[in-house]
DNA sequence: CATATGTTATAGTTATTCTATAATAATATA
DNA sequence: TATATTATTATAGAATAACTATAACATATG
């Protein structure tokens, strides 16, 4: 079942508890800790690890699957997805341009941009 | 008084309307349609205009202004502010990171995300 | 059959967001 | 000086979102 999968809450973050849990599932797939095909732990499973509420983590996980990130196979067990699909990114593209907007606004210029993006990239990958 | 301000607010977005103003403001000042020292309208002006609470309107000036984006002066109006706040960034960091984190596990590659957000710079640059 | 799973439904609590008023202090303006 | 405009603070309430608590159902697994 599941690779060893490192989650850690927050409950005094200012990000909700199920925007959390999707975050750090993209981190330990960007970061290899979770490779295609791999499972996920049912969601009550990792509701009673986490100490939170069934429903939170399905919140999560129909995001992921809003998205293309997971898949749920016929065993009735979400499982990273094994295709691309770069085809879903409208948002992420918002986020982006909000993202972008807000650094400019804040005096970055668009190298400091490009390689703070990079470095971001860089240090995700060594990890 | 203050550039002609186009600010638009979509009461069904799932975006907080306090966001909204946020982001268009950072949006004005990346494109060039607000400019150092330009000055704000009033937190009851605007509000009156976008028509919503001055309330709203000013959580969005204090989280502008937490961000070193903008400065009250002694006149009690707020302008655009003159200096870099590169130091400021520890939060964009972590959404960069979310974001980057996120198109991976998408699907997109590292080249992929680059060259998106740079994209999203020159289309920026040409509004 | 018994268990584990996702899903749906209902309900309630808590936190966030948005609104509505009012008051105060400081600045600008007539 | 007097009036108006501004940000700021303080309350309070309404509306929405987030989180929790149970229960029930269908399906797949062992």
Known sequence: MAKTLEIVIDRNSEQPLYLQIYNQITY????KKLNKGDILPSSRTLAEVLNINF????????????NGIIVLGKSKKYAIAEGN?????????????????????????????????????????SD
Chains 1, 2 share one sequence.
């Open 28 to 31: 330990n797939i960007s970061t």
């Open 55 to 66: 429903h939170t983590v399905n919140q999560a996980y129909q995001k992921l699957r809003t």
């Open 85 to 125: 699909n770069s085809e879903k990114g409208t948002k992420l593209i918002e986020k982006e341009k909000d993202m972008v907007n807000e650094a400019l606004a804040m005096g970055y210029t668009e190298n400091d941009i490009i390689e703070s993006v990079k470095r971001i990239i860089s240090s995700i990958r």
